[in-house]
């Protein structure tokens, strides 16, 4: 099976280095061992992109090239990971009054007037746009290590040593135009009911904070630290629905009040992640 991953991760914030994290740089190493040592990837096969390189326009131009492979029948297996802050927006194409934008925090995140710049920020609407282009045989993956709203924060976390990956937004205008709709979760956006070969992981609930954590010693994704942990210690030979089990076992264990998620069809969750063999 013909397979692509891109794996990107920003701990540096070009305009706002006061936000930056630790953890992220760590997660595409993490999975990108993974990838090689469990899901049949070489190192041809998959690109990444930190920090300066993890602009907005690089990150899509990749992703878009992995769209149009597949779409020509050279790619059939694709994954995507992503370790950054998340953000949410007012709806910036103004087509839903009611309507906002989960969003995804890239190296050149800027600002235009009181709200994120859209030319250099990611919304779940151009992921979904994009991706609803695969074709129905290929199979996406693609891991979420973000918050998808600030309400989860906790007070323990600053005392263990946890950065929530939460941009808030960039004024009190944009704040009060979201901060009373309840946040739709990228899955909703990423429209995977109708793309049965899309599986979605994210770090945590749409309403909660995913944590740059130190572990070990070392800055990681808290999801991503336990679920890459989990993938080694099983050789990856459970199915991802038990493999999401033991992740939350462990967060829970040690304290992370984050809740993993993983959205995909039945079928999908009760088999094990993708092998060269598959």
């Known amino acids: 099976m013909a397979r692509q991953a891109l794996c990107v991760g920003i701990n540096k914030f070009k305009n706002f280095p006061r936000n930056n994290l630790r953890g992220c740089v760590n997660d595409v190493k993490d999975m990108a061992a993974i990838l090689t040592d469990f899901f049949g990837f070489t190192r041809r096969d998959i690109i990444t992109l930190t920090d300066s390189d993890a602009t907005k326009a690089n990150i899509l131009e990749r992703l878009t090239a992995m769209v149009r ?4 029948g050279k790619l059939e297996y694709l994954v995507f990971s992503f370790s950054s802050h998340g953000t949410q927006t007012p709806d910036v194409s103004n087509d839903e009054s009611d309507k906002y934008d989960e969003a995804f925090c890239p190296y050149d ?10 030319d250099h920020i990611i919304l779940d609407d151009e992921l979904h746009d994009l991706f609803v282009q695969l074709p129905q045989n290929v199979v996406l993956e693609v891991y979420l290590d973000t918050c998808h709203s600030g309400t989860g924060l906790r007070a323990v976390d600053f005392l263990l040593e946890r950065q929530p990956r939460f941009m808030p937004m960039p004024s009190l205008r944009a704040f009060e135009l979201v901060a009373e709709r309840e946040s739709r979760g990228f899955y909703k956006s990423f429209g995977t009911k109708k793309t049965p070969q899309h599986i979605l ?9 995913s944590a740059d954590a130190l572990i070990e010693g070392k800055w990681h994704g808290a999801f991503t630290y336990f679920y890459c942990k989990h993938v080694r210690a099983t050789q990856n030979k459970i199915s991802r629905a038990q493999l999401l089990k033991r992740v939350r076992a462990d967060l829970k264990a040690a304290r992370y009040t984050q809740v993993p998620q993983l959205e995909c069809q039945a079928t999908l969750r009760r088999a094990k992640p993708m092998k060269m063999s598959q």
Do not use: I, V, Y
Not at 69 to 72: E, K, T, Y
Not at 109 to 118: C, E, F, Q, V
């Open 109 to 118: 995140l800027a600002t235009k007037g009181d709200r994120w710049d859209p």
């Open 201 to 209: 992981w994210a770090g945590c609930r749409a309403d909660q904070t």
């Open 69 to 72: 492979d597949a779409q020509s």
